[in-house]
């Protein structure tokens, strides 16, 4: 039996319950103080509700069944191995997108199991290779009560592993997350592959995969920017150093998921130069020039700061890429701090007016004209302020931390998955053009048993002795007692970073917004050349983002359906206006 949200669920107080008896019948349990429904398809495709009010029900279910979720973590399918529907993955050109195949171990162990998957065959004798699939196992942190609101504390889906064989003991459940890459170049349609399920000890399993490829393509650079901070500091003090090829492994992977690799809190270039043309090439569109708190413009400290900006500034010209860096300081500044960031901000803005001053804070009228990037909490969205820093030309991002907490999505392990894709939507809605987040990889709590809270005696004693995951737990307070705050990424073998649940979401939801801004350019297009087509009437709907999907920064679907719909009618429209274009344009 596993017990827990197995995917993540539609909010963070919802708990599955699922067994599998002996004699073939499947056990489902919810509970769910939020009350929308999870879909349950059995055999012969009939669909049960199960609404919170309800909390336990069982029927019929073939032996050697299969449990199957989405990359949203619902809604929630049961399909028998018998039944041949396929798992199905939409995606545009130069896109990741996934889904999720579950293995329960029914009647008996399963022992040795592999899962591999095929090529995909698509129109004209294209094919999606089998490399561009990557297959990984999901793995399960255990979480600790939290100092905000949860009805639930216990296992939760989140790291995804190598694929690998593995055992099963009856009854036990392994989610495979497969990620799909839709390359640039390949013809738009319907792909059709398999994924094999094959234990050493019962009968292979195939799952039917079909991925529609969308006639469109998303930019490798794309126009959502991002200042998630990695912590090179965290990768040598678990790996014990980091050479070249190992940090060019993280950026590499870090773009790949649309994430700028830098950190907020360098004094200096991140990445450096060394590094740049690497990542410019891979999609990078915004990076960190400089972290800095008070610094007289005549004291050492600021004339050393002027000094490294000003070549740096001369290096980045000379390359044409000035639109990329920011000065970023004064994090969350409180309100005596104003004078000390406006001396030094301000000598900043007049000696290097052509690199923006960032700054976490809402814009305040106090701090006019001395910051170029306001960055406010979502929950501190005011729009009359917004507004008037827009007029002024600044830009206003905003960002999440151990902050705010529901009804506000945050990235925290025990909240829903939908909470991760929807904040791109919501930037895309109301205009915000980048994302901060202060910490992808906060392990300490994981390699220092005296650092932060650890509900689990023998796995500090572990780490006291110098074990570490994923021989050890997982602690999920990396901060204070948030579970998994500023932490997204988890430490691999090898130095490799492994992604979880709730990064592959992020990712989707970027990717979902950079969609928005494909569509976005095709209007403006169609209506410069007068293009007819009724493609451009739904477009000018669908871009602005329906209010069933988001309302406000707070006021959002928890319905998976209801965002997955939404991004379809995305990709529709966007590929119909996409090729009436193209016929206008012949």
Same mark, same amino acid.
């Given at each position: ?145 939290p100092r905000y609101a949860t009805e639930y504390a216990g296992w939760w889906p989140d790291p995804l592993m190598p694929n690998a064989p593995f055992d099963l003991a009856r009854g036990g459940i392994r989610p495979v997350w497969v990620n799909v890459r839709a390359r640039t170049g390949i013809p ?157 901000? /301000?000598? !900043?803005?007049?000696?290097?007016? =052509? ?5 976490? &804070? *809402? ?5 006019? #004209? ?62 915000v053009p980048g994302l901060l987040y202060y910490a992808i990889n906060l392990w300490e709590t994981n390699r220092d048993a005296g650092a932060g809270r650890h509900d689990d005696p023998a796995a500090a004693k572990a780490i006291a002795e110098g074990k570490r995951w994923p021989d050890v737990p ?11 705050? /500023?932490? !997204?990424?988890?430490?691999?073998? =090898? ?5 979880? &649940? *709730? ?5 989707? #939801? ?77």
């Open positions: 039996m596993y017990n827990g949200d197995v995917f993540g669920g539609h909010t963070a107080q919802y708990v599955l319950t699922l067994e599998v008896h002996e004699e073939g019948r499947v056990e489902i349990s919810q509970r769910d103080t939020h009350t929308p429904l999870c879909n349950v398809v059995l055999r012969g495709g009939r669909m049960f509700a199960y609404y919170a009010q309800l909390r336990s029900n069982s029927h019929e279910l073939e032996s050697g069944a299969k449990w199957k979720g989405f990359g949203l973590n619902g809604p929630i399918t049961v399909i028998p191995s018998v039944d041949g529907r396929p798992a199905r993955i939409d995606a545009c050109r130069n896109e990741f997108e996934g889904t999720q195949i579950a293995v329960i171990a029914h009647g008996t162990d399963l022992s040795g199991v592999i899962v591999s998957v095929s090529e995909l065959a698509g129109p004209s004798g294209a094919v999606i290779p089998a490399s561009d699939v990557t297959l990984n196992l999901v793995d399960f942190v255990k979480t600790g009560w738009a349609g319907l792909y059709r592959g398999a994924v094999t399920v094959r234990p050493e000890n019962a009968p292979e399993t195939v799952v039917p995969l079909e991925v529609r490829v969308w006639d469109f393509d998303l930019p490798v650079t794309g126009r959502f920017k991002t200042a998630f901070a990695l912590f090179e500091h965290e990768l040598a003090l678990w790996y014990g150093e980091v050479n070249e090829e190992m940090l060019r492994d993280w950026y590499a992977f870090l773009l790949e998921h649309r994430i700028n690799p830098t950190n907020i809190y360098s004094q200096t270039a991140r990445p450096e130069r060394r590094d740049m043309e690497f990542c410019v090439e891979r999609g990078m569109n915004s990076f960190t020039l400089a972290c800095t708190w008070y610094k007289g413009e005549t004291d050492r400290a600021g004339i050393e700061l002027a000094d490294r900006l000003r070549e740096e500034r001369d290096y980045l010209k000379a390359r044409g890429w000035m639109s990329m860096p920011y000065i970023y300081g004064f994090d969350e500044v409180d309100f005596r701090k104003y004078e000390e960031l406006k001396e030094t901000y /301000g000598w !900043l803005g007049r000696k290097f007016p =052509d690199i923006p001053r960032m700054c976490t &804070v *809402r814009p305040v009228d106090a701090l006019a #004209g001395y910051i170029d990037i306001w960055v406010p909490l979502t929950s501190h969205w005011v729009e009359e302020d917004v507004k008037a820093a827009r007029e002024r030309g600044d830009e206003v991002w905003n960002y999440v931390c151990c902050h705010p907490l529901h009804p506000w999505p945050n990235y925290f392990v025990d909240y829903p998955a939908i909470d991760q894709r929807i904040i791109p939507w919501m930037n895309w809605k109301f205009g997982w602690n999920t307070f990396t901060c204070a007692d948030f579970n998994g705050d /500023g932490h !997204l990424v988890y430490p691999g073998k =090898d130095g490799k970073p492994l992604s979880s &649940v *709730r990064l592959e979401n992020i990712r989707d #939801g970027i990717e979902d917004y950079e969609c928005l801004a494909v569509l976005s350019e095709l209007i403006a297009e169609a209506e410069k050349t007068g293009v007819r087509s009724d493609a451009l009437a739904r477009g000018k709907r669908v871009v602005k983002v329906r209010e069933s999907v988001v309302q406000s920064f707070r006021d959002y679907t928890l319905d998976p359906d209801v965002l997955l719909a939404a991004r379809t009618e995305l990709l529709r429209v966007t590929q119909d206006l996409s090729q009436a274009l193209k016929r206008g344009r012949r």
